[in-house]
């Protein structure tokens, strides 16, 4: 059994069992080397919004160019499935 099905076996059990759920999000933290950073920026929630995933807040990082982007709580695990979307 992989891990993804036992997870979600878990989410199953917590549901049917307890009546509960679990919401889950996560934060990616990049690096923007192009000088044309609000281009990119804007490229970016751009595409966010083509594959549905709603980013809750953008904020700058410590250094120049780095920022963070935190996205929406999402009900279950899918949220393991979303970061692999971003990595493409």
């Given amino acids: 059994m992989s891990q993804r099905q036992t997870g979600m076996g878990q989410l199953q059990r917590l549901k049917g069992e307890l009546a509960l759920s679990i919401k889950s999000s996560f934060a990616a933290e990049f690096g923007v080397t192009d000088t044309e950073t609000k281009e990119t ?48």
């Fill in 41 to 88: 920026l804007l490229d970016l929630t751009n595409g966010m919004k083509e594959i549905r995933f709603k980013i809750d807040s953008l904020q700058p990082e410590y250094g120049i160019g780095q920022f963070e982007a935190r996205f929406a709580r999402v009900t279950g695990i899918k949220v393991r499935f979303m970061v692999s979307e971003i990595k493409r």
